[in-house]
């Protein structure tokens, strides 16, 4: 009955928002998916929708519009998806106020609250391309050169501070590196490592 209802509610969210979902389309054909514009309009006013109805709004319409978003991916207040190509698997939570750019994200990944996705380190060029580095942009600060590279994210693996740690005195020093914890973040052929 429960799964019933939750899809009954997001087929009238999708009839609610079928006007921003055929003129975002719409954009996609005039424009051969070169522009954004209304597409980013779009989504930052679904953003502003609160309660479970800006839930489900906002699950229907990137579902409908984006490359692969999955039903079941809850968008919380504030959230927005910020390049149509992003991917979102089933089970993920994107956290309040949280921008996704061009990402896939797994199963059952939770996204806290207030967390930004880059499109990759290059997403507005690289060093020695910009003004600072004495090289002028070809048509001012909106069409710099860049590139967008796919951030992965896969769950549902959840680190937890103090994982595998020992209770140590502070007089024993700090804990050997091998017994520190780490993860990664694959950022196309690069690779992050966060806390060391």
């Known amino acids: 009955?429960?799964?019933?209802?939750?899809?009954?509610?997001?087929?009238?969210?999708?009839?609610?928002?079928?006007?921003?979902?055929?003129?975002?389309?719409l954009e996609g054909v005039?424009?051969?998916?070169?522009?954004?514009?209304?597409?980013?309009?779009?989504?930052?006013?679904?953003?502003?929708?609160?309660t479970f109805f800006g839930e489900y709004f906002r699950g229907a319409f990137y579902w409908a519009?984006?490359?692969?978003v999955e039903t079941g991916v809850v968008f919380l207040y504030g959230s927005m998806v910020a390049h149509r190509d992003t991917t979102v698997r089933r089970g993920a939570i994107i956290g309040c106020h949280?921008?996704?750019?061009?990402?896939?994200?797994?199963?059952d990944v939770m996204l806290a609250a207030r967390v930004s996705i880059l499109s990759g380190k290059y997403q507005?060029?690289?060093?020695?391309?910009?003004?600072?580095?004495?090289?002028?942009?070809?048509?001012?600060?909106?069409?710099?050169?860049?590139?967008?590279?796919?951030?992965?994210l896969t769950g549902p693996r959840v680190p937890r501070i103090g994982d595998d740690l020992e209770q140590?005195?502070?007089r024993e020093g700090p804990l050997p590196e091998a017994r520190m914890r780490h993860f990664e973040v694959?950022?196309?052929?690069?690779?992050?490592?966060g806390p060391e």
């Open 1 to 25: 009955m429960y799964n019933l209802l939750r899809r009954l509610v997001f087929a009238a969210a999708l009839v609610a928002t079928a006007p921003l979902i055929f003129i975002t389309w």
């Open 30 to 50: 005039v424009t051969s998916r070169r522009s954004e514009k209304l597409y980013g309009s779009c989504k930052e006013l679904l953003a502003s929708v609160p």
């Open 65 to 68: 519009v984006c490359a692969h």
């Open 98 to 107: 949280s921008i996704v750019g061009y990402a896939d994200i797994g199963p």
């Open 124 to 152: 507005h060029g690289r060093p020695g391309e910009l003004r600072g580095a004495g090289v002028e942009p070809p048509h001012g600060c909106r069409e710099q050169p860049g590139e967008h590279t796919c951030i992965r």
């Open 168 to 170: 140590r005195d502070e």
């Open 186 to 193: 694959g950022l196309g052929d690069d690779q992050v490592a």
